[in-house]
């Protein structure tokens, strides 16, 4: 069983940068890919950000160039870091780990379950 908790969340002004953090237990976090994923109020849940056990990165083209998803496995850690946030950006952020952003990024899913962070929310100002 793996719990994943997030963390870095608020309230920022336009053009401002938060980093979120996902700290994940459990003695598989080198061999997961983990993903940053995102619901606005009214809408679905859509992929932010995925990265693979070996570090590769992918982006959804709408946070290309002001996001960045990495990973520190001696810390158990998977990091989001906003830069230029702009109010479209707000929602609650959620850290997967395991089959759904294993399918993502095209990469087997060797940890062979998939678990989900009960979230952040991040709210962006005009």
């Known amino acids: 069983q793996v719990q994943l908790v997030e963390s870095g969340g608020g309230l920022v002004q336009a053009g401002g940068s938060l980093r979120l953090s996902c700290v994940a237990s459990?003695?598989?976090?080198?061999?997961?890919?983990f993903g940053w994923y995102r619901q606005a109020p009214g809408k679905q849940r859509e992929r932010v950000a995925t990265?693979?056990?070996?570090?590769?990165?992918n982006y959804a083209d709408s946070v290309k160039g002001r996001f960045t998803i990495s990973r520190d496995d001696a810390k158990y850690t998977v990091y989001l870091q906003m830069n230029s946030l702009k109010p479209e950006d707000t929602a609650v952020y959620y850290c997967?780990?395991?089959?759904?952003?294993?399918?993502?990024?095209?990469?087997?899913?060797?940890?062979?379950?998939?678990?989900w962070g009960k979230g952040t929310l991040v709210t962006v100002s005009s």
């Open positions: 459990g003695s598989t976090f080198s061999i997961n890919a």
């Open positions: 990265i693979s056990p070996g570090g590769k990165t």
């Open positions: 997967n780990s395991g089959a759904t952003s294993a399918q993502a990024m095209g990469v087997l899913n060797l940890g062979g379950m998939d678990y």
